[in-house]
Every structure is written in C-alpha cells, then in structure tokens.
C-alpha cells in the first residue's frame, strides 16, 4: 500500500518526546525456570524501537492468560530485550501505580523503560471497548497524562479490543509502529493480488479461528480453495461424516466448548463449497503408527497424528498450482518425529511454489525453524489469529481505533 488509512511514524518526530509504545512479545516460556523460548516476536520489534532511540520510550505488554503457566511478569522479558537491542531496559513492577508514573516523570531522552505485564491488571481482561468504557478506566486516565504519541505495535493482538491496545485513540495521535506498517502492506498485498489460484493452507489445534474464517475466505473469494490439515481437517472430516475415531472426537470436545457450533459451520461451508475443501485422504496414527485411509475404523486408542503420503500427494498438485499461499498451521503432530513426514513434505511444497506466500501462527513458525525453510516461505508474520481475521475481513478492532484516531487528530 502506498497510502494507509492511519498515521504511521513517518508522520511525525519523536526525539526528545515520551513515547507510548505498546508492543506483542507474548513468547513460549519455559514453565520451571522461566526462560522465553522463542524471541521471533521481540526481534520483530527492534526496528521500531531502534527509530525512537531518542526519545523517552516506555513500552507496554502483556504474557499468557491468567491462569496458565506462562502467565509471569515481563521482568525476563525486559532482560531479553535488552540483550537485543544493547540498550539498557529499565523493569519497572508496576503498570499505572507511583512506581511507574515516578519513573515515567524522570525520564530522560534515550532512556527505555518496561512496565508491568498488562494482563496482570482486570481493566485489561474484563471490559469491553466502549465508547465511555475504557478512557474511564484507571490505566488510561493515569498514563495519557504523560505521552506525547501512542504507537501501537502489537499486529498480533490486533483483533482484540483491550484497554492498552485501544484506550488510548482519544488521548493523542495513536500511530501504527513499523511492524504493524510492515504487517498491513503485505496482507492487502496477499488481498488485493490478481493472480490465481489463491490457496489457504489450515492446520494445527487451535480450529477456533480458522473453521470461522473459512466460510468468508471462500464467500468474499480471499482464497479460491483451502486445504485443511490437524485437528482443524478432523473436525470438517467429522461434519462430512467420516468417522474419526473416539480419542479424537473427545479432543475436539474437551477442547472446545463451542464444538457443536464448530461441525455445524463446517457443514454449511461443505454443503456450499464442496469442491473447494480438500480433506486428507489417509492418515497416521499414535501411537501405533499404523497408517491408514479416512473412513477406515480407527482404533478407540489412537489418535491421528499426521496426514498420510497419499494426502501429501494430492495436496501436492494443489500447491504446485497456486500463485498465493496462506499457510497457517500444522498437518500433525510435528514435534515428535515419527509424525513429522505430512507437515515437512506440505511445509517443502510450499517452499519450492512459484507463488507469493504469507505464512503465520506460533506453531506454523516453530515448524518452519525446524525444517529450517524460513528463507524460502515469503512473508513470516508475527501474528495467528490476527493474521486469519485480518485475511477474512473480519473487523479488526485496533485498526478500525487508529483509522478513528487518526481522524480525530487531523487526518482524513
């Protein structure tokens, strides 16, 4: 895009101004001491922070949900940062209490400071984004008083209304950072493309969001056909009426309390489409290994683990085929080896396409790092859900708040 719709941070200059930055490092952490697993997401961010090294730059981000066991202070991530950028991070424990409004008053142009993990506050969690709702609320009332500018960073928490993500439009200009310019350019990119077939690829555990964009990729014709692999391919295979086998429907159920509503979209989407879904044909099974074709009886204790090599083959075609490729997710169990075939064949397949690719999801990511095909998968965004909603059209609640505040503050 030449053009976009909201302020970017060409727009303005920020030496010597405090500088609102809110930024997505949520990271894999290891559960017995700590340590961030994957630092993709804060590597995407150097570049924005690196273009305000003279300003008085106070970051703000959040870590896991409450209650799971990544769910900890941002006080390692603060370390880690500083590792990567080699510049000082000052941790501070707080989010809006004195600790962090006296630090903030003392700043300096060049100094960083961390704050708290936004999540550990309700006024983050709880409250929906309302016109009176979130300027009301103690974090925004407390900090707007400091900043200058508000960029806003965090693409892959884009399609959530939260409190520090979107408080803040009515306080002052509430710019897009580099990642999130960077992010837009290459998905309208993927959207606005003319050339045909455009493929999605959708995978892994986490059917949530891609069964429910995959209606509307099909209906606002963002793709002309999607493959589905995992759990996600388990659950349309149930809805066509293939019997997957008691372990995985019982994965589905336990994991998904909206399941029902789940089989019933992918009804609709095949009784619509039917042409236009690819299912595996055949699969492999944990843990014995066996392989075998859909609608064969699978033993109550197995589960499927992977797709099987007559599903890679004719995925194959379809990818060979393709001039864009959205790939988001797994075909299987891919960590464990023995499962690993049907996403590194797909993950090859995709690699080797003559198309233009974007690629998303924390496991889709992990996977490409361990077939080491970065350099050969296009566009690697930062974002899962984000990313998918964004593709489907979906309103996308932080940028629909930069669009508003960008008219409020001047533009059109």
């Known amino acids: 895009m030449e053009t976009f719709p909201f302020y970017t941070m ?6 010597g101004k405090i ?15 700590g340590e961030i697993l994957d630092d993709t997401r804060f590597r995407h961010h150097i570049q924005t922070i690196n273009e305000l090294k003279s300003s008085k730059l106070v970051i ?23 590792k990567l950028i080699g510049r000082n991070v000052t941790f501070v424990d707080s989010l809006f209490g004195s ?34 709702t979130f300027p009301n609320t103690h974090i925004v009332k407390t900090l707007s008083q400091f900043f200058d500018y508000y960029i806003i960073d965090a693409f892959a928490a884009i399609h959530r209304a939260q409190t520090t993500l979107t408080g803040f439009r009515n306080a002052g200009p509430n710019i897009a950072g580099r990642l999130m310019e960077n992010e837009v350019n290459n ?19 986490k059917i949530t969001d891609a069964i429910q964009v995959a209606g509307p990729f099909l209906e606002k014709h963002i793709v002309d056909e999607i493959i589905v692999g995992g759990v996600v391919a388990n659950v349309f295979l149930w809805a066509s009426g ?21 089989i019933n979209e992918c009804r609709r989407i095949l009784s619509r489409h039917p042409e236009k879904i690819h299912m595996p044909i055949d699969f492999v099974l944990n843990p014995s290994q066996i392989r075998v074709n859909a609608g064969d009886k699978i033993p109550d204790k197995d589960l499927i683990a992977d797709i099987g090599i007559e599903s890679v083959v004719k995925f194959r075609k379809i990818i060979e ?23 590194r064949e797909l993950f090859n397949d995709v690699a080797q396409a003559n198309a233009l690719k974007i690629v998303g999801g924390g496991h889709t990511i992990n996977a490409i790092d361990e077939f080491s095909l970065g350099s050969s998968m ?17 309103s996308i609640p932080v940028i629909e708040s930069l669009i508003k505040n960008k008219a409020v503050f001047g533009g059109n």
């Open 10 to 15: 060409s727009d303005f200059d920020f030496n």
């Open 19 to 33: 500088v609102y930055l809110r930024i997505d490092i949520n990271s894999p952490i290891n559960p017995i001491n």
């Open 60 to 82: 703000v981000a959040h870590q896991g949900r409450p209650g799971d066991s990544d769910f900890v202070s941002l006080r390692n991530h603060a370390r880690h940062l500083e």
């Open 99 to 132: 600790a962090a409004t006296d630090k903030i008053r003392q700043m300096k142009s060049g100094e960083i400071i961390m704050l708290e993990n936004s999540r550990f506050y309700s006024e983050e969690m709880m409250l929906k984004d309302e016109e009176d």
């Open 187 to 205: 998905i309208e990119m993927f959207k606005q493309s003319d050339e045909h077939p455009k493929i999605a690829i959708l995978g892994g555990s």
């Open 242 to 262: 293939i019997d997957i086998g008691s372990r995985n429907r019982e994965f589905i159920v336990k994991h998904n309390k909206n399941h029902e509503k789940l």
């Open 321 to 343: 085929n393709a001039k864009n490729i959205f790939l988001n997710g797994p075909m299987g169990m891919y960590e464990i080896n023995e499962y690993s075939l049907g996403t």
């Open 378 to 394: 296009g566009y690697i965004s930062t974002g899962g859900g984000a990313l998918i909603n964004y593709l489907s059209g979906e």
